[in-house]
């Protein structure tokens, strides 16, 4: 990129760096509006708002139309669809202190904007709760990209399998499976499960980043610096936006994925 295109970003990016200015352009995505009745939702002065509409303007982030209302511009459509990924790194700055994106391909990233409504969830107990409750509330579909098996979410997912829930899931091969993961499948009739096709299984070579997604909720669990899954934090929501985010990221997965192979698993 050549200096010109640098400078002229940095540019765009101090337009940017002031609230006010970002909400004008949040609000005009929704309804075309002039300085004045912007004063109003905002509840500022006109001189201000009509300040910042003018550096918008002179930006090529927004126009004005034949009737005197402003508008985004398609530049200014597209920088707003980019806002919401800085928004969701620097509301969870603190978390990618600690924590990476993983394994993630590079369009995904440039997505994670998408996961800017959901609610994080610290701690291993309430990151459990959580994941049951996904479970309890699905009626369609599980999908779940898993680096280890926690032994107490098994019944209450075989539970919901058994009226009808589909479970497709991708396992890691280096997957920590815990003692007693075997025979409580069987006792619980798991392989009439996989027979009947309810159960859908793949394997990978190394799961990072941990998913789990019914037709109405969804949540991610991104790996810690070193590369290592956390099953003591995630990202929750329902948001429709959030859901679409991890829903093609699972199949995404699903169809780079290999057969799957007990075997490979060890207790």
């Known amino acids: ?54 550096r918008l303007t002179e930006s090529g982030l927004i126009e004005k139309n034949l009737d005197g209302k402003y508008l985004l511009t398609t530049f200014g459509e597209v920088v707003c669809t980019q806002v919401p990924t800085l928004v969701f790194l620097s509301q969870n700055r603190k978390y990618f202190e600690e924590h990476s994106l993983g394994e993630i391909p590079h369009k995904f990233k440039m997505r994670c904007g ?24 699905a009626d369609k579909y599980i999908y779940e990209i898993l680096s280890e098996v926690p032994l107490d979410l098994i019944e209450p997912l075989i539970k919901r399998v058994k009226i009808g829930v589909r479970f497709n899931y991708i396992f890691s091969e280096s997957a920590v499976v815990p003692k007693g993961r075997k025979s409580l499948l069987k006792k619980l009739g798991f392989g009439k499960l996989v027979e009947k096709g309810l159960v859908q299984r793949k394997m990978a070579d190394n799961v990072q980043t941990v998913l789990v997604i019914s037709e109405k909720e969804a949540c991610v669990l991104f790996p810690d610096k070193h590369g290592e899954s956390d099953l003591s934090e995630m990202f929750y929501s329902d948001d429709p936006m959030f859901h679409e985010w991890c829903l093609d990221y699972f199949r995404y997965c699903w169809y780079g994925s290999d057969v799957f192979k007990e075997s490979k698993l060890k207790e």
């Open 114 to 137: 998408q996961l800017a409504a959901g609610n994080h969830i610290k701690g291993f107990s309430k990151v459990m709760e959580q994941w049951k409750s996904i479970y309890k509330n």
């Open 1 to 54: 990129m050549s200096d010109n295109l640098i400078d002229e970003t940095a540019n765009y990016v101090l337009d940017l760096a002031s609230p006010q200015r970002l909400s004008i352009l949040f609000k005009l995505l929704e309804k075309e509006s002039t300085p004045t009745e912007m004063a109003k939702k905002l509840d500022s002065t006109k001189q201000e708002v009509h300040r910042n509409f003018t």
